[in-house]
């Protein structure tokens, strides 16, 4: 059985950190690239990282580049989220997801979700 837990979330102010985490299992997670996408409410998902399967590859949505890393540990099966200098605009559920192709942004490539982790940034 295929599982993504997300883990995390919550309130912080803004200008605050939060590191995110998705602990996969039921799949080759060695084998799989993994990125984070959020869902802000009466918004369409949008992508916000990606890591290629062996942690040397990272692309980043413009909107968080330079305040964002993506990262991940095979030996554990888990992928993080760190997430610095937030902004209220950063409020969203924030989803982790698993596959094989190189599309970033392009939702249907992703063979594998999480049931998403709330992140909220207080002005």
């Known amino acids: 059985q295929v599982e993504l837990i997300e883990s995390g979330g919550g309130l912080v102010q803004a200008g605050g950190s939060l590191r995110l985490s998705c602990a996969a299992s039921?799949?080759?997670?060695?084998?799989?690239?993994m990125a984070w996408f959020r869902q802000a409410p009466g918004k369409e998902r949008e992508f916000v990282a990606i890591?290629?399967?062996?942690?040397?590859?990272?692309d980043y949505a413009g909107s968080v580049k330079g305040r964002f890393t993506i990262s991940r540990d095979n030996a554990k099966n888990l992928v993080y989220l760190q997430m610095n200098s937030l902004t209220p605009e950063d409020t969203a559920v924030y989803y982790c997801?698993?596959?094989?192709?190189?599309?970033?942004?392009?939702?249907?490539?992703?063979?594998?979700w999480g049931q998403g982790t709330q992140v909220t940034v207080s002005s």
């Open positions: 997801a698993a596959g094989r192709g190189w599309t970033p942004s392009t939702l249907r490539s992703y063979n594998f």
């Open positions: 039921g799949f080759h997670f060695g084998a799989s690239n």
């Open positions: 890591i290629d399967w062996s942690g040397e590859t990272t």
